[in-house]
């Protein structure tokens, strides 16, 4: 689907439109409810139920699916018992120069889920707020309440694609060595790629990066501390916010395609330098300390900024035309090696998280200029 201009134009019409304002969608091959949702910036939930259909139900070529606004998509889920009623459900918006007092005024680039965690709610209380699907798109302009606003100094990253594999929160009795030991790597290694002292104290509340189809430390069932501590290293997390045509120019300039570039970015952050992942990846291309490293030191001459976003896509750019490289330029196998490791993908095949990943990243791509 070509809906780089048409995606924006159709969440303005359903603020305004009184009538269903829905899109008939055909089923192209390899598509699947997750990617026509995706690819919307819907939830699988919320495309299935707008279509009277169960999440797991799998869609043929040809078939035709509706795809809703946010403002019909919430309402089917609303029906369906799977999302309370809203506090407030304003039908038009207008962009405001400045929010009120306890409000937000949307930016370009902004999500839910960043909105929410920067001002200390949940994303279900702001889109119950605001008559929102709590997974759909955002105009820029628009003025959100924010309820019990309080600021928060640190999002986390989320999007419609699955989590990044891995993450681990340090909890009391942690070592770096046990973690190592229960994962079958040095701790080394796992000090390198999360930019740690390997002989320091592994603080509780530390966010980790544990390899790839390790086994879950022993505490990982324990709950997790409510303080996380992101450790001091490169790239560090900024407020900057980039647009799609920041995150494509520098893609281009290192041969990597500018929509695939823009699509991972956007999965990855929503085109945000402030995201740290669970899985302690930094900025708008969610780059990890150590992969920071390893580019700054085999993959560029130029002295890369730690505080930049610009930079930050750069190194994602790098370590990516690195990838297709190493892939023969297929482009589907190096976006699964940037989620979850190219020597992984070889040893074990892609797990289901990554196959989704990669049909997300593929779908976003007509965004971005297909």
Request: proline share 8%.
């Amino acid at each position: 689907m070509r809906r780089l201009l048409g995606t924006t134009l159709f969440a303005l019409l359903a603020l305004a439109a009184p009538a269903s304002a829905e899109v008939a969608h055909t089923v192209a091959p390899g598509e699947s409810l997750w990617s026509i949702a995706a690819a919307n910036n819907l939830t699988t939930r919320t495309v299935a139920a707008y279509n009277g259909l169960a999440e797991t139900s799998t869609v043929v070529v040809g078939q035709t699916v509706r795809v809703p606004t946010t403002a019909e998509g919430y309402a089917a889920l609303q029906q369906a018992g799977m999302a309370a009623a809203p506090a407030t459900a304003p039908t038009t918006t207008t962009a405001a120069p400045a929010a009120a007092p306890g409000g937000y005024t949307v930016q370009a680039g902004d999500t839910l889920t960043a909105i929410a965690a920067a001002r200390g709610t949940t994303v279900a209380a702001l889109a119950a707020a605001n008559g929102l699907d709590p997974a759909g798109l955002l105009v820029a302009g628009r003025s959100l309440t924010i309820p019990g606003a309080a600021p928060a100094p640190a999002a986390t990253a989320s999007g419609s694609g699955p989590g990044p594999l891995g993450g681990y929160t340090v909890r009391p009795g942690d070592s770096l060595g046990q973690l190592a030991a229960s994962s079958g790597v040095p701790a080394a290694s796992i000090a390198a790629m999360n930019g740690l002292d390997p002989d320091g104290v592994l603080l509780v509340g530390t966010v980790l990066k544990l390899p790839t189809g390790a086994p879950a430390p022993a505490r990982a069932a324990e709950p997790a501390p409510a303080q996380k501590i992101v450790p001091a290293a490169a790239p560090e997390p900024t407020s900057t916010r980039l647009g799609a045509g920041d995150v494509q120019a520098v893609a281009a300039q290192h041969g990597v395609s500018p929509s695939l570039a823009s699509a991972i970015a956007w999965q990855e952050s929503g085109f945000n330098n402030g995201m740290v992942s669970s899985a302690n990846a930094r900025g708008v291309m969610q780059v990890m300390p150590g992969t920071w490293d390893y580019v700054q030191q085999n993959l560029t001459t130029q002295q890369l900024n730690p505080d930049s976003a610009e930079d930050n896509v750069r190194a994602g750019a790098l370590y990516l035309a690195r990838l297709l490289r190493d892939t023969g330029g297929d482009e589907r196998l190096a976006t699964a090696g940037y989620y979850q490791g190219l020597a992984s993908v070889r040893k074990i095949g892609l797990l289901p998280e990554t196959e989704q990943y990669v049909n997300n990243v593929m779908a976003l791509r007509s965004r971005f200029g297909g």
